[in-house]
C-alpha cells in the first residue's frame, strides 16, 4: 500500500474512485497499470526515472504507434532528453558507422541504440576480441531476423497494448536471448569435449 | 597501486620478481593478468568472486580446453560450488525443459544456463509475452547459429587462450547483441512509421 500511495503521489498511477473521505476504489485498469509499473521496475529492473518516461509515453494517445514505439524503446535505455530517432555524428560513432557498413540497411543509425552499440564495440576491442566484419556478419542477419520476428507479433488495434508489448518484449527478451546463447555455447562445448 | 597490493594479497596475481626489500619487478605476464581482471570486473562487470573463480580455472592448465571452457563460463553467472554442466531436475526447471522440446538437439539441459533460462521465461511469463512455441523456434536456429560461429573463433594452441576468449566473449558480446537488436527495432519501427 505504501508503494500505491507513492505511485499515486508521483503521477504514475491514477487516483481511485472516492468511496468516502479516507477510503478510494481501484478497479482492473488501476491493476493492469500497477503490475506494468512493477514489470518494468522489478522484473526489468529499470529506474523510476525511466519507468515514469514510458508510462508517460503510454499516456500520449495522439501518437501513432511507431513514434511511440520509437520512443519508448528509447527511453528504455536513457534517462535523457535527447531526442530518439535522429541520425547521429558520425564522429562521435567510429565504431558503430564502420559496423553499419558491414551491416547494411537492416540496422539505421538511430539513437540511443547507436550510442549503446559504440560502447559494447569499444568493450570487445578493449579485451581484444573485436567485431570484426566476419563477425558482424554473422551476427546482422540472425539479430535482425529475430527483430522482424518479434516486432510482427505486435498487436495492431490498440497503440498502448502495441507499446507495452514492445518495451517489455525489448527488455525482458534480452535475458531469454543470453540464457539461450549461454545453453548453446555449454552444448556445443560438451559435444567437442 | 593500491589495486595490484590488494590482487597480489588475494592472490589473483603473482608476485613481481624482487629487486630490493621494498621494490619487485612486473612483466608483460603480469600486465597481461591486470587487463584481464579489468576486463573481468570493470568492462564485464563481474563480482570479484566469479572473478577469482575465473581465474582459478585459468590457472588449473592439466584440464581440456572443453571442460575449462564449460566450468568458466559456468562460473560466469554463478558464485556457487554447484557442479556445472550436470544435467538439472526436469521438475525444478518445468519453462525450460518445456522450451528445450522445441528447441531441438542443439540445446542441451544444462547448469546454470538452464537456471538463468528458466527465470527468464518466468519473467517473461508474468508480463503477458510468453516464450511460445512459434517465438523459441525463431530464436533457437539464430542463436544457436551465432554460437557455433563464435566458438569456431576459439583458439586451438592454447587452452588458457582459449578460455579467456570464451569467456570475455560471452560476457562482452551480450551488450553487443543487446545493442544490435535494438538498432534493428528502432529501424523496422522506423520503416513501419
Redesign the interface.
Known amino acids: 500500500m505504501a508503494r500505491v500511495k507513492f505511485y499515486l503521489r508521483e503521477g504514475m498511477l491514477a487516483p481511485g474512485r472516492a468511496v468516502s473521505a479516507t477510503r478510494a476504489q481501484y478497479g482492473e485498469e488501476h491493476l493492469h497499470r500497477l503490475?506494468l509499473i512493477r514489470?518494468l521496475t522489478t522484473?526489468a529492473g529499470l529506474p523510476l526515472s525511466r519507468t515514469r518516461k514510458i508510462l508517460g509515453i503510454l499516456d500520449a494517445p495522439e501518437a501513432?504507434v511507431?513514434?511511440m514505439?520509437?520512443a519508448a524503446?528509447?527511453a528504455?535505455?536513457s534517462d535523457g532528453d535527447r531526442t530518439s530517432?535522429l541520425t547521429a555524428d558520425r564522429d562521435a560513432y567510429p565504431r558503430s558507422f564502420a559496423a553499419l557498413e558491414v551491416?547494411g540497411e537492416?540496422?539505421?543509425p538511430?539513437m540511443p541504440?547507436?550510442e549503446?552499440?559504440e560502447?559494447?564495440?569499444a568493450?570487445?576491442e578493449?579485451?581484444?576480441?573485436p567485431?570484426t566484419p566476419e563477425?558482424l556478419e554473422?551476427?546482422?542477419p540472425?539479430?535482425?531476423?529475430?527483430?522482424?520476428?518479434?516486432?510482427s507479433?505486435l498487436p495492431h488495434d490498440n497503440s498502448r497494448a502495441a507499446v507495452e508489448?514492445?518495451v517489455?518484449?525489448?527488455a525482458?527478451?534480452?535475458?531469454?536471448?543470453?540464457?539461450?546463447?549461454?545453453?548453446?555455447?555449454?552444448?556445443?562445448?560438451?559435444r567437442?569435449?
Open positions: 503490475r514489470s522484473v501513432s511507431e513514434s514505439l520509437g524503446v528509447a528504455l535505455s530517432g551491416l537492416g540496422y539505421q538511430r541504440a547507436l549503446q552499440l560502447n559494447a564495440l568493450a570487445v578493449e579485451v581484444g576480441i567485431a563477425r554473422v551476427y546482422g540472425h539479430i535482425r531476423a529475430i527483430a522482424e520476428a518479434e516486432l507479433g508489448y514492445a517489455l518484449g525489448t525482458l527478451y534480452e535475458p531469454v536471448i543470453a540464457a539461450l546463447r549461454r545453453l548453446a555455447h555449454q552444448t556445443i562445448a560438451n567437442d569435449a
